[in-house]
């Protein structure tokens, strides 16, 4: 029987999501091992396939682009908004604001920019456009 990561396998391990810097974004190496399949979903589809091949008790550092993270980053998703729907809120270049989508969901937006009149809102996640390190420790594969 095969070790290696592919499809339908399930994979036990700790893992930790890196910027570039060395900032640690998500890491499990603290805690309990994460397991998943291949192809359910709780991983993104590029963090599983940079993780094809690997074998049972690999120790690795993989580099995933953006188009393989969280997307680049998309102008189109930075809207502008009237300065008076932010009426008697302190802004800030960086604050999160929380928005209602079409939906009725939660929709983060960071606030790129503003003035007087207008309010520059940026919804693409905050890891769109981002090189990262992932760095996994492979505790078992079934």
Known sequence: MSKLIGPGK?????????????????????????????????LLEGFEKALFGLEEGTKQTLKILPENGFGMSNPSNVQNIPRSQFEGMELEQGLVIS??????????????????????????HPLAGKKLDFQVEILQVS
């Open 99 to 124: 928005f209602a989508d079409a939906g009725n969901g939660e929709l983060p937006g960071v606030i790129a920019e503003f003035d007087d009149k207008i309010v520059s809102v940026d919804f693409n």
């Open 10 to 42: 399930t994979v036990t391990l700790h893992f930790a999501i890196k910027l570039e810097d060395g900032q640690i974004i998500d890491s499990n190496f603290e805690a309990e091992p994460a397991t998943f399949t291949v192809g359910d979903g709780n």
